[in-house]
């Protein structure tokens, strides 16, 4: 949990908690795992997260860091360019027995690779998933950004995991070359990882998801972008809805690519909205 400063303005965010947001609007109640400082930043994301309906138990406070901060840069395309403030709240999250209670009775964990650059959230998180329930699903969403790009870590935390997802981009890193084929590196990814459920995105060109053997493909659709900030952790929320959900994988897809452009035409990360509204568009 941080606060991104934009160029239109300071706006709450952080992936696990904007995926925490997006699932929430979805109707899957979710806990946003994090710590923010025992400041005036850290006071209003707690304030926003009670705005928006979601709970703070999983939310710590540090006495000895600052709430996070990202400044992001926006191109003239609309993409975003992040230089992340490091020794923050954030990058020491510890967990209490109430949330670790809340994880043995959960279906699902979704957890990323950025949150992952300091040791003691390294533990954290081998202590949370430990804590799952046999059979819950635990959705790895990698975050590659230097120079938090290291891929042997990447691996390591992949091992376990029932889904991963990852840009195209993310995707050729990890398969050690330029190639953009979307399924060919899902199954390179797969096969190494043993991860069996791969969703790869490629921006204004769609996403693709291997579930098992089966490979689908979803097209993007045209988008005034505003920024790109959030556009895929709401997608990944969406993937994670239908995952759970049981939905066929072309209309996981489909909602998922559509919400994800929903919110790149949208200032910041966690726009209000009808899931209704957008999935019709």
Partial sequence: MLWDELPTGRRPGGAPMNVAYHLNRLG???????????????????????????????????????????????????????????????????LDGEVLALAAASPSLVFGSLAQRSAANRESLARLRAAMPPGALQIFDVNLRAPYDDLALVRSLARGAGVIKCNHEEAALWTGGADMDLEKNARRISLESGVDRICLTAGSHGAGLLLGEMWSQEAGRPVTVVDTVGAGDSFLAALVEGLRAHRPAGEILARACRLGEYVAGQPGATPDYDPGTVFRA
Avoid at 59 to 82: F, K, Q
Avoid at 86 to 92: G, H, K, Y
Wanted: hydrophobic share 35%.
């Fill in 28 to 94: 899957c109640p979710a806990l946003p795992v994090s710590a923010v400082g025992n400041d005036a930043d850290g006071r209003a994301l707690l304030d926003f997260l009670r705005e928006k309906g979601l709970s703070t138990r999983g939310v710590a406070r540090s006495s000895e860091r600052p709430t996070g901060v990202v400044n992001a840069r926006i191109d003239d395309r609309g993409n975003a360019h992040y230089t992340i403030r490091q020794d923050v709240a954030w990058d020491e999250i510890p």
